[in-house]
C-alpha cells in the first residue's frame, strides 16, 4: 500500500526529508515516554485517590489516566511497528506525524472538561483518523476511503455538538462534570434530543451497524493506521457514553433502546462475519460486532465492563491486524480452510464446553457479584458463560491436542481466563467516577438473550449457507464503497 516519488504531490516533503529516520525514532521515543509518564500517573492515582484538574478545562481522573496508559501502550506499539513497515515510503513522515497527533488529541480529549474543548477534541480526532486512512496522496481508492470517512465522522461531531447545546442549554454549565452534577434534574425533550444524539454519535464512532461501512471501506489504510483504528478510535465510543453515563442513565426505558442498539450490531456483525472471505474484512465485521457488545454493556448499566471490554478487544485486535501479513503468509488454502470449518464437536466434548461456561459464569459472579440477583446484571453474565462456553467449544474443535489432554486443558486455561477478567474489571470499575447503573429485568432482555443464542445456533448450522437469499444479502451489507476497490490487477502491484 505504499506509493511512488512519481505520485508526490505539490507541497508534499522531498524524498530526502521523507526517508530520514529522524522524526520516526524521535516520535516513537516521545510516545514512549508518555506511557512511562501515563503509568506512574496512573500508580499515583490508585495510591492516593486524588482528581488533578485545571477547573473549566481539564480533568484528570480515573478514566483519564487509565486511557492515557492503553492509548500511549497501543501507540507506542504502531509507531514501533511502523519504523520497519514505513520504511522507504514517500509519506512515511507524513504517517508518523499524523500517528502521534491522533494520538496527542485522544489522551487530551479523554482530559477534556470543558465541553468546547471536548467537542473541538472529537472533530480533531475523526479528522487525523481519515487523514491515516488516505495517507497514500498518489492512491485513488484511499483518498476515497478518507473521504467516506471524513464525512461519517464530521456527522458524529455534528450529532456531538447537538447533544453539547442541547445539555448546555438545559443544565446551564459548559463542563462535562457540571453536567453530569447536574443530570438528576434532566429530563424531557431536550435531554431525549441530547442522549440520543450522544448514542447516535456513539454508534457512528464506534462502526455499529447501519453506520459500519466506513470501516469496511477503510481497508486501503496502512496496516499499522488500521490496528490504531480497531484497536483505539473506534473505541471512543464506549468512552463517550462513559463521561456522559450520568445523561444515559436518567431513564430505564432509553438505556433499554441502548442495550437493542448494541446487541443488534454484536449480533449483525457475527453475522457479517461469516460470509467474509479476507482476513481484514474478517476482523473489520469482528470488531462491528465486538462494539456492539461494548455499547450493549453501556446500556445495561456496566460502564466499568464496557471501559474492560474495550481495552482487552484493543489488545486483541492489535495483534490481529499487526499479525495479519504472518497469517496470510504461513497459511495455505488447505490449512485456513481447516481452521475455519474445523470438525463436528463431539457430545463429550459439547458438554465439556457448557460446563466451563457455566463455571466461568459461576467464578464471575462470585467474583464481582453481578448476575447473584435478577436484574441487569443477570444479563451481563449470560454473556460472559455465553462467549465462555462459545471460546471454549473452538478450543475443543481446533485445538490438535490429544482428546482427554485437550478436554482437561479447556477448563484449566479458561477458569483463570475468567478470574483475570474479573479482577480487571473490578479494578476499572474502582477507577471510574461513575457506578454501575443496574436496572430491572424486562421482556427486551429476554428476546436479546434468546435472539444471541438464536444467531449463533443459526451461524454454526450454516443458515446463511443454505439461504441464498439470506447470503446474498450479509454479503451486499459487508461490501465497501465501490470508489475504494481496486479492480485492476496492476493496481494492486503499484500499492
Known sequence: MSGHSSNQTVGALPDTAVDSPFVPVALTRVVWSLFVVSLAVLVARIRFGEVWELPGLVVIDGLTVLMWVVVAFFSGIVHSYSRRYMAGRTHKTRFFLATFGFTAVVMALVAADHVALFGFLWVAMGLLMAELI?????????????????????????????????????????????????????????????????????????????????????????????????????????????????????????????????????????????????????LGCSTVGQMGFMIMQAGLGFFGAAITHLILHGFYKAYQFLSSGERVEHASPSETTEHTLGGAT????????????????????????KGANVDSGLLLTFFVVFTTLHAARSTVQHTSLPTLARYGAVPLVFFPAIVVYAVVYEGVSGLLAVSAATTELTLLHGIVAVAFVGIYVAIETGIHEHSQRLYVALLNATQPSSDTLLTAREDYDEY
Open 134 to 282: 488516505g495517507t497514500n496522496e498518489g492512491w485513488e481508492q484511499a483518498q476515497a476511503a478518507a473521504a467516506v470517512a471524513r464525512r461519517y465522522f464530521i456527522a458524529s461531531s455534528a450529532l456531538l455538538g447537538v447533544a453539547l447545546a442541547a445539555l448546555w442549554w438545559a443544565t446551564g454549565t459548559t463542563t462535562v462534570s457540571g453536567i453530569g452534577t447536574a443530570a438528576d434534574a434532566l429530563g424531557g425533550p431536550m435531554w431525549l434530543l441530547a442522549a440520543g444524539a450522544l448514542v447516535l454519535a456513539a454508534m457512528i464512532q464506534s462502526a455499529l451497524i447501519p453506520f459500519h461501512s466506513w470501516l469496511l471501506s477503510s481497508m486501503t489504510a496502512p496496516t499499522p493506521a488500521s490496528a490504531l483504528m480497531h484497536a483505539g478510535f473506534v473505541n471512543a465510543g464506549g468512552i463517550l457514553l462513559t463521561r456522559f453515563a450520568p445523561v444515559i442513565t436518567v431513564d430505564s426505558r432509553f438505556m433499554l433502546a441502548v442495550v437493542a442498539v448494541g446487541a443488534a450490531s454484536a449480533g449483525g456483525g457475527k453475522l457479517l462475519k461469516s460470509v467474509q472471505t479476507d482476513i481484514k474484512g474478517k
Open 346 to 369: 463431539s457430545a463429550v466434548g459439547f458438554v465439556v464446553a457448557v460446563l466451563t461456561g457455566l463455571g466461568g459464569g459461576a467464578v464471575f459472579t462470585v467474583l464481582t457479584g
